[in-house]
């Protein structure tokens, strides 16, 4: 699929912006603070239905303005598709396909599919845990709506649990009603474990190759770090979080589960930390996302859109060679402060507020 027409309103530093894009490499030039990024930014929100630099939407409204509005036409095999959005400062917020309103998230996953990459996306592999689990549970919720709710579920059983354990009624009211979240944890938790632990299996088998070919030879792997190690994850789950419930009322807090599982990282049999070179992390990880690409296309047949925001020039001769080997045939949106080298793709000059394409 590839994003044909963009139009905004009212977004981040744009007034008004009607631009039309390639299917192939489309590279965005301008200086620091031209407007680059907003750009990015507003196309992944007509795929994510959010920014993927904020969770805050009245963020991306212009300054003295109340309505943002991004429209996106989408070319796809089965025809023309389009996507739009209107937010507002007061936290209203449209989203539509095709004319229709998509009224919760899990409708406007599947519909337009980004893959974004950014220099935010290499504390994934670096930082707290929970990155981890966000960026794969936003991968299976764009190839699986389904899975967004029961991650929803979850999370509304956990946050009612978390408030019980803090709250002041006797061990015995505590016990029985944590009795309930359990089963509840359990059942939505057996399902997230699982729908975790088969996309990563397909992420590992893809992103491995990809890396090898990236990194000329590094063996990338990756691993789940569950919270039970039975079969029966359900039964599992449930029992160690029965037997947890003391320490839980201490500390005051659910203390299993997905919400606190990991993912392993390694290259050549070492696992990702902190220490790790920037440009091993960011090849590591921007095979990750390469490999979503691979994904996406086996189950929609239609191979997403590429986000790369200030990553490219930041590889060397050779990763971008590789890159760009890899993302042959798909769309890719490439920012850059420093104009590329090489000739490749149409090459749009942002700055004063509009975006030009260079003829
Ligand atoms: N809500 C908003 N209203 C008006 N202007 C905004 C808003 N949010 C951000 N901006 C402006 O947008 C500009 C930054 O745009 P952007 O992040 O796209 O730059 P960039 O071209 O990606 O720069 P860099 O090369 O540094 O990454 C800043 O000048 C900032 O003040
Ligand atoms: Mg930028």
Do not use: W
């Amino acid at each position: 699929m590839y994003l044909s027409s963009l139009v905004i309103k009212n977004y981040r530093s744009y007034e008004r912006l009607s631009v039309k894009f390639d299917d192939g490499i489309n590279i965005l030039q301008g200086e620091n603070a031209a407007g680059k990024t907003n750009v990015l930014e507003a196309i992944g929100f007509l795929s994510f239905g959010k920014s993927f630099r904020t969770q805050k939407d009245v963020d991306c409204i212009k300054q003295g303005e109340d309505t943002a509005y991004i429209k996106g036409t989408i070319g796809k095999k089965q025809g023309e598709l389009s996507v739009e959005s209107v937010f507002m400062r007061d936290g209203k917020k449209s989203l539509k396909v095709n004319g229709e309103p998509a009224r919760r998230m899990g409708e406007l996953f599947g519909n337009f599919i980004a893959v974004v990459f950014s220099p935010e996306d290499l504390k994934v592999l670096k930082e707290s845990p929970s990155l981890r689990r966000r960026f794969i549970d936003m991968e299976i919720s764009k190839l699986k709506p389904t899975y967004f709710f029961e991650l929803q579920e979850y999370n509304k059983a956990l946050a009612q649990k978390n408030a019980l354990l803090k709250s002041r009624m006797s061990i015995d009211e505590i016990r029985k009603l944590a009795d309930v979240y359990n089963e509840q944890l359990a059942t939505h938790g057996e399902k997230i474990i699982a729908a975790r632990k088969a996309f990563l299996k397909r992420l590992d088998k893809q992103s491995a190759k990809v890396h090898e070919h990236l990194s000329g030879g590094e063996k990338l792997s990756l691993k789940y770090r569950s919270s039970v190690s039975a079969d029966d994850v359900k039964t599992a789950l449930y029992e160690k979080l029965t037997s947890a419930l003391n320490s839980e009322i201490e500390q005051g807090f659910c203390l299993h589960g997905p919400h606190r599982e990991d993912i392993a990282v390694s290259i050549d049999g070492d696992e990702i930390k902190a220490y790790s070179s920037q440009g091993q992390i960011r090849t590591a990880m921007l095979s990750l996302k390469l490999a979503t690409l691979g994904i996406a296309k086996a189950d929609f047949d239609e191979l997403p859109v590429l986000l790369l925001d200030d990553v490219f020039s930041e590889l060397d001769h050779a990763r971008q060679r590789a890159l760009l080997e890899y993302a042959d045939g798909v769309q890719c949106f490439i920012t850059t402060a420093v104009p590329i080298k090489s000739k490749i793709g149409s090459i749009y000059t942002v700055g004063g507020g509009n975006v030009k394409k260079e003829s």
